[in-house]
């Protein structure tokens, strides 16, 4: 009953060092989503998925870079990492048709940028 | 531009008592909305939802309004219980939106005291 797994859970990394969030979802939807969380602003779009090998940018993609090889992974890239990009991460998925339109969260990623 | 906002970072309301939480949007093209729940270190949890077409939908203890000439929604918590204390979010999108993104608010902690 995993659900969406998101790996690593915390991280801390120094400015200009690159890292790879990995999303892993077992309930074989189509959309998955990268959110980030910071405080007074709410959960924003970084960059979403309609299906396998898509992407596309979503509210504030500048910095972070996506893929999706395979239906069940979503992978957020950050290539040289800024202290603005301190943030708690996290990824969604939801199917293509059914249920109330909801998305399915992981648990979040925390990481500190120095 | 904050196209969904909640303009209450926090709440605080009496056990058994109703909470109220309010959020406002500008995008005439939403069409669906939702209401959910964060704990802390945890997902955001779906809670609610309702489509324009209505104007109510009531689930359990919570009812969520929506007030499509104002471009205003709210959730009614009757009772609150202690476990309902959390971050609530409001989020809408509009169904001719690629990958059925989902657009935030800044989210209202609720504290339900004993």
């Known amino acids: 009953n995993a659900g969406v797994t998101q790996t690593p859970k915390f991280r801390v990394l120094k400015t200009g060092q690159s890292m790879t969030l990995l999303c892993a979802q077992d309930?074989?939807?189509?959309?998955m989503y990268w959110y980030r969380q910071d405080p007074g602003m709410g959960l924003r779009l970084i960059h979403y998925?309609?299906?396998?090998?898509?992407?596309a940018k979503g509210e504030v993609p500048d910095g972070y870079n996506v893929s999706r090889l395979k239906k069940q992974n979503f992978l957020l890239g950050l290539e040289s990492a800024a202290p603005s990009q301190t943030s708690v991460y996290f990824c969604?998925?939801?199917?293509?048709?059914?249920?109330?339109?909801?998305?399915?969260f992981g648990e979040g990623s925390r990481l500190t940028v120095l | 531009d904050q196209q969904v906002k909640q303009n209450s970072p926090s709440l605080s309301v009496q056990e058994g008592r109703i909470s109220i939480l309010n959020c406002d949007y500008t995008?005439?093209?939403?069409?669906?909305f939702l209401w959910y729940k964060k704990y802390p270190a945890e997902g955001p949890t779906f809670l609610i939802s309702?489509?324009?077409?209505?104007d109510k939908n009531e689930d359990g203890r919570f009812t969520v309004f929506l007030n499509k000439s104002a471009k205003h929604l709210s959730l009614h918590i009757v009772p609150s219980q202690p476990g309902d204390s959390a971050v609530y979010f409001c989020?809408?999108?509009?169904?001719?939106?690629?990958?059925?993104?989902?657009?935030f608010g800044e989210g209202t902690q609720l504290t339900v005291n004993p």
């Open positions: 969604a998925s939801r199917p293509l048709r059914g249920g109330h339109g909801e998305l399915f």
């Open positions: 309930m074989n939807h189509e959309y």
């Open positions: 998925s309609v299906g396998e090998g898509t992407t």
């Open positions: 995008n005439s093209m939403f069409d669906y």
């Open positions: 309702i489509s324009s077409i209505k």
């Open positions: 989020a809408a999108s509009a169904r001719e939106t690629s990958g059925s993104r989902l657009t």
